[in-house]
Each structure stands twice: as structure tokens, then as C-alpha cells.
């Protein structure tokens, strides 16, 4: 299998996974703009850690299953993640030669502009608003990718993924 042999399949999907749950886990409604993308941060992660094994088909499932759970018209967050994951594709061996606060604008770049492509969508299929409170969740991923980034890469380094 590669670099990423089983255990590591086990652990990107496990931690997609556990990214899927925080991202629908109950919030106050005062708080829902304050939750991080967790699901996306996540998919940055593993598109930019191990680019040859997560991709656009991931994002694509990812997407459908958030989908599915929020109840949203089915394909828009797919779109979004495939969306994200195809610009992480485009970025990965750049962001790699970046330091960690150069990756976090980058995360927050990306992150940004997938929320501004499902703040469209949102307008299109729902309610109209114009307000930037959207991009906060992009910000606070970006503050919050370095602790996650070196997190993920002990986490790497102790199953010997690769």
C-alpha cells in the first residue's frame, strides 16, 4: 500500500471521521459562528500530509455524508470539500516548504474561500445575508492549525506512517 499502508488508511479515516462529528456536534446558536471548519481543517491536513493518498474523492464523500446529516441540498458541501480539497492539490507542495504561520494564512485563505463558495450556495438555496461573521470560522481555524498540524504529524510520526 505504499507509505500509508493500512494503519494509515485507518488513521486518515478515523480522524476524518472524528472531524465529521465535531463539525455537527450540537452548538448554542450564538456559538455556531465560532465553531471551526474541523472537517476542512482536517482535509487540508491529510491532502497536504499525504497528497497521492487523500484527494478530491475524499472531499467529495465527506461532503455527501455532511450532507446527509445537516440535511442540506444534497452536493453542496460536496462541492465545497471537493472544491477545497482540489485547491489543497494545486498548494500541497508549497505549503509544505512553509513555515507554520505562513501555512495558517494559507489554511485561512483556503478555508476562506470555500466559506465564501458556501456562503453563495447558501444564498442561492436559502435565506439571503450579507455579513462577514462566515469567515470567522476560517480565522479561527487558522489560529488553530498549528497546534492541530503538529498534533497530526506526532500522531504520523508514533504509527510510523510515513
Given amino acids: 500500500m505504499g507509505a500509508l499502508g493500512v494503519r494509515g488508511l485507518l488513521l486518515v479515516w478515523i480522524s476524518l471521521?472524528?472531524?465529521?462529528?465535531?463539525?455537527v456536534m450540537?452548538?448554542?446558536?450564538g456559538w455556531l459562528i465560532w465553531r471551526p471548519d474541523w472537517?476542512?481543517?482536517?482535509?487540508?491536513?491529510?491532502?497536504?500530509?499525504?497528497?497521492?493518498?487523500?484527494?478530491?474523492?475524499?472531499?467529495?464523500v465527506l461532503g455527501l455524508l455532511l450532507d446527509l446529516i445537516e440535511g442540506a441540498p444534497l452536493g453542496q458541501n460536496a462541492l465545497v470539500f471537493s472544491?477545497?480539497?482540489?485547491?489543497?492539490?494545486?498548494v500541497y507542495q508549497r505549503m509544505r516548504a512553509y513555515s507554520?504561520?505562513?501555512?495558517?494564512?494559507l489554511v485561512f485563505v483556503l478555508l476562506g474561500l470555500v466559506q465564501l463558495v458556501r456562503q453563495w450556495l447558501n444564498t442561492l438555496f436559502?435565506?439571503?445575508?450579507?455579513?462577514?461573521?462566515?469567515?470567522?470560522s476560517s480565522l479561527i481555524g487558522a489560529?488553530?492549525?498549528?497546534?492541530?498540524?503538529?498534533?497530526?504529524?506526532?500522531?504520523r510520526r508514533r504509527f510510523a506512517l510515513g
Fill in 39 to 60: 472537517l476542512g481543517l482536517m482535509l487540508v491536513y491529510w491532502c497536504v500530509a499525504a497528497p497521492h493518498r487523500v484527494g478530491v474523492l475524499h472531499g467529495f
Fill in 126 to 136: 436559502g435565506p439571503f445575508s450579507i455579513h462577514l461573521a462566515f469567515l470567522l
Fill in 143 to 155: 489560529l488553530l492549525w498549528p497546534w492541530l498540524f503538529t498534533m497530526l504529524q506526532a500522531l
Fill in 17 to 23: 471521521l472524528l472531524a465529521l462529528c465535531l463539525q
Fill in 26 to 29: 450540537p452548538l448554542p446558536d
Fill in 83 to 90: 472544491l477545497l480539497a482540489f485547491l489543497c492539490a494545486l
Fill in 100 to 105: 507554520l504561520v505562513q501555512q495558517a494564512v
